[in-house]
């Protein structure tokens, strides 16, 4: 039996501050209120800079804009089309759940996939209404489990969807780029985007492949050995980052069609290939912490993007516009879903 002097007391896990929960500091020196004034200075200061880029972004916008032409535009569109990209936007968000189980349960959430959808389009709901761009990713990670190591481990698998999301749209954007510049052709193309993914996922893999490294050099009672080990089957199980991959192609191809739908619908002149290079580079700048909710870089993305095909500005503000709509549309589904089962997932 150890001497009391060297049983020191298992320490409690913190309960993790989320949309405005002030519990967390009520056991705080009084030192620490400098502090934390400190840390909501950035925050505000950070919220503000963005809603003076999204002001200046949406001035660029409106600046030159004809309104009775932008009025013309929607009334002309055939709204059929844009119900299609909006089934397709839909689609292409519960596939995003999929994958993000195909991440989450070999580590040990075991939920249903119909949960993941569900909880992927929460996400989606919190990131129109969060001034933050995590916003939504923090509420999945919340949502999927119930105690503090619990989400830091859900915060792991929301981080590696969210790599494998953006390694497509890159390779997508690289693709189209590299394969207009030199002029390939279709299955010249088609073989430099197999390549490409081949270069991700071989990158992703090797970015695991040291988690045996880091277990080894942690010492048997620390605490951290036990999140470590959680996290070996993507080392072990290297497709599972090759099948994300996969399936994150298949998402983005989704929204490509969801945009080439809704500009069907507008009798835009854009030829296919465009939108293969235009819909992942403006979807790579809406992930930058620029603007809120993406406000503004879309139609700005569009307009300079797509003026060479003969696009008006208020054709590609109107397709800005339009694929934002889509974007509500699909948060509005995560909203109901929150409404309907705000209960924590028990693990």
Same mark, same amino acid.
């Given at each position: ?45 950070? %919220?503000?800079?963005? %809603? ?19 009025? =013309? ?89 969210? @790599?494998?999301?953006? =390694? ?16 390939? =052709? ?44 959680? @996290? ?65 870089? $879309? ?33 509005? %589904? ?7 089962? $705000? ?5």
């Amino acid at each position: 039996m150890k001497p009391a002097a060297q049983v020191a007391p298992s320490p409690q896990p913190s309960r993790p501050q989320l949309l405005g929960d002030t519990s967390a500091h009520a056991a705080e020196p009084a030192g620490g209120g400098e502090d934390r004034a400190a840390q909501r200075i950035p925050a505000w200061g950070s %919220l503000a800079l963005r %809603l003076a880029a999204t002001s200046g972004l949406i001035w660029l916008v409106v600046r030159n804009i004809d309104w009775q032409e932008l009025g =013309s535009v929607f009334r002309t569109l055939d709204w059929r089309w844009w119900a299609a990209g909006m089934a397709m936007a839909i689609a292409a968000h519960t596939l995003a759940g999929i994958r993000w189980a195909g991440l989450a349960r070999p580590i040990g959430f075991q939920l249903s996939h119909l949960s993941f959808v569900r909880r992927f389009f929460e996400g989606v709901f919190f990131s129109l209404c969060l001034p933050t761009s995590i916003g939504g990713d923090v509420v999945k990670a919340f949502r999927l489990a119930d105690t503090s190591s619990g989400r830091l481990l859900a915060a792991c698998t929301v981080l590696a969807d969210r @790599l494998t999301g953006l =390694s497509a749209l890159m390779v997508l954007a690289a693709t189209t780029l590299i394969a207009n510049r030199i002029g390939l =052709s279709l299955a010249a193309s088609i073989g430099l985007a197999v390549v490409l993914v081949g270069c991700v996922t071989a990158s992703l893999v090797l970015s695991v492949g040291s988690l045996d490294w880091l277990l080894s050099r942690l010492p048997m009672l620390h605490a951290a050995r036990s999140f470590v080990a959680k @996290l070996l089957p993507y080392q072990q199980r290297p497709r599972l980052l090759a099948r994300a991959v996969a399936w994150s192609m298949l998402i983005q191809l989704g929204f490509i069609c969801c945009v080439m739908l809704m500009a069907r619908g507008m009798g835009l002149p854009v030829p296919t290939r465009a939108w293969f290079y235009a819909v992942p580079l403006v979807s790579l700048a809406t992930v930058l912490p620029i603007s809120i909710s993406g406000v503004g870089i $879309r139609e700005v993305g569009f307009v300079h993007l797509l003026a060479e095909y003969g696009v008006t500005e208020e054709q590609a503000v109107a397709l800005g516009m339009l694929w934002f709509l889509t974007q509500v549309g699909n948060g509005m %589904l995560g909203g109901v879903s929150f409404l309907l089962d $705000r209960s924590q997932t028990a693990q």
